[in-house]
C-alpha cells in the first residue's frame, strides 16, 4: 500500500544544497531514496499534465479527457507514478526521499497527485548558489550549469523559480518545510526538528543509512566559499533576487 505522507519531495534551485539534505535524510531509519534522477515530474508527468490541459481547452479533440474524469485521470497517473517507484526499488512501506530540484515549478501538480505528502524546499542565499554553480561549471560533471553563468539569466531563472512558491504553503500546509541551507550547516538541531516532524525521528549525526544514494564525487571542492565573486555581481545578484528569497524564507 502506497501512502502519500511517506512521500517527500525536496525542491529548490541547483546548488541549494538539495542533494545534502538528501543524503542527511538517506540517514535515517526506514527511507528509501533513488540516486539522482529527473524522472518525475521534470521530464514524463508534467507533459501529460499539459496535455491534460491542452485537450480541455479545445473542443475538437476527441481524447482521453472524453473517457475520463479529472479524478479518474488523476488516478491512473498515481498508478503510473507507483508503478515506476516500485521499480527502483520502493516497497511502498518506506518513506520515499525525492529530490528533483526543478520540481519547484509543479506545486499543483504536486499536490493532485500526491495531496498527503511533504514538500521540502531548500533554500539558499542567491549569491552562494551563482558562486558554487561558476565553479561547478568547469568541473567535469558540470556542464549543465553554463546556463546558469551570466548573472542576468542566473536572476531571471532564480526569480521563475520561486514565482509559485506561495501555493506550496497555501496547498501543502504544515506539510510544506523550510530548510535555510546556511542555518542548518550551523544549527543540527534545526534540522533534526524537521525530521522529527516528518519522519518522526531525530536526525544523529552518528548514524549512517545506505539510502540508495551514489552522490558525486566532490574532493576538495569548497561548496560554502563565494570569494571570488566581485562586489558589483554580488550587488546586482542581492538587488534582482533577495526579494523572493525573503519572501520564500518567512513563508
Known amino acids: 500500500m502506497f501512502e502519500d505522507s511517506k512521500m517527500v519531495f525536496i525542491v529548490g534551485f541547483p546548488r541549494s544544497g538539495t542533494t545534502w539534505i538528501q543524503n542527511e535524510f538517506s540517514k535515517l531509519e526506514n527511507t528509501f531514496t533513488p ?6 515530474l521534470t521530464s514524463y508527468l508534467n ?4 496535455a491534460w490541459r491542452k485537450d480541455k481547452e479545445d473542443r475538437s479533440v476527441n481524447g482521453i479527457n472524453n473517457l475520463l474524469t479529472e479524478q479518474e485521470y488523476l488516478e491512473w497517473l498515481r498508478v503510473c507514478s507507483r508503478a515506476l517507484f516500485g521499480k527502483i526499488g520502493w516497497d511502498g512501506q518506506s518513506y520515499f526521499v525525492e529530490k528533483t530540484p526543478y520540481n519547484i515549478m509543479y506545486p499543483n501538480e504536486l499536490s493532485k497527485l500526491f495531496p498527503q505528502s511533504h514538500v521540502v524546499l531548500v533554500l539558499r542565499k542567491p ?9 561547478v561549471s568547469d568541473l567535469e560533471w558540470g556542464s549543465w550549469a ?3 553563468l551570466e548573472p542576468e539569466e542566473f536572476c531571471k531563472k532564480w526569480n521563475e523559480r520561486f514565482r509559485h512558491i506561495h501555493l506550496f504553503r497555501e496547498l501543502f500546509g504544515e506539510r510544506f518545510h523550510i530548510i535555510s541551507y546556511e542555518s542548518a550547516k550551523d544549527n543540527h538541531e534545526e534540522l533534526s526538528e524537521i525530521t522529527n516532524k516528518i519522519f ?10 545506505d539510502g540508495g544514494i551514489d552522490l558525486i564525487s566532490q574532493d576538495g571542492f569548497q561548496s560554502n566559499s563565494n570569494d571570488e565573486l566581485d562586489n558589483e555581481v554580488t550587488d546586482y545578484i542581492k538587488e534582482r533576487c533577495y526579494p523572493r ?3 520564500a524564507l518567512n513563508l
Open 127 to 135: 549569491e552562494a548558489v551563482y558562486s558554487s554553480l561558476l565553479r
Open 245 to 247: 528569497y525573503h519572501k
Open 47 to 50: 507533459r501529460l499534465f499539459y
Open 146 to 148: 553554463k546556463q546558469y
Open 200 to 209: 518522526k525521528q531525530k536526525l544523529d549525526t552518528n548514524l549512517r543509512g
Open 35 to 40: 540516486t539522482n534522477e529527473t524522472f518525475f
